[in-house]
């Protein structure tokens, strides 16, 4: 194992988490190869000069978002990447401050290709008549935001917008994608807004339908704004 680490500096009650960011990069960039042993806690506690608390509370964390497992007389391994908990809003904010991120933000699409569309279908249905009214706060502020343009305005919008269907689905199992990726969400945006455009017709049309419960029309109202989306980035990427 040819990685080696600096020493973590910074408030004591932070150690763990400087670390295992440090070590969460190594995992994410190759350095520390999926499926090795990493070096022994001896090692590691020199090379980041931390103790041995700090490094095996940094294990713990990264374990839990699936980046290492621990077995007895074996040592900590690299998990495989289809272990590694992709929900987990800290993995994702590692993950966008790597490099390159435009394959992240192409998978990220995908998967709101996949998803979306039905949760804008089941808010149609589901939404309560305090979801709608604040949805339509939101859009009209939304209708606002996009005459002048004001990109932070429209970014944390647009993010709260998305957020806000989610939430109106009546599926609990959307909320992680109402809370958890706040993080990628906000980020995609601010990556996909970069033109200056704001989708707002699509977005007016995905509120209406919703408003009026036509989940066939909200459904394909979405589509119709990830695709555009899908233009967005192919744009910026050329």
Known sequence: MSTKFTPIGGEKRSLHVQVACEMARSIISGDLP?????????????????????LREAIKLLTSKGLLESKPKVGTRVRMQ????????????????????????????????AIEPEACACAARNATVEQRMQLSALFQEMDRISKGFDHEG???ADLEFHRLIFISTGNS?????????????????????????TCIEEHRLIYEAIMAGNAEKARQASEELLNQSDQELEAIQQ
């Open 82 to 113: 289809e272990y590694w908990n992709y929900l987990d809003s800290q993995l994702l904010d590692w993950l966008i401050d790597m490099e390159k991120t435009e394959h992240l933000y192409q998978e990220f699409l995908s998967l709101r290709k």
């Open 34 to 54: 999926q499926g090795e042993i990493i070096p022994g806690e001896m090692d590691l506690c020199t090379q980041f000069g931390v103790s041995r608390t700090a």
């Open 154 to 156: 429209w970014v944390d």
């Open 173 to 197: 199992f959307f909320l992680p994608f109402a809370n958890v990726l706040t993080t990628m969400f906000k980020s995609f945006f601010h990556h996909a807004s970069k033109r200056g455009t």
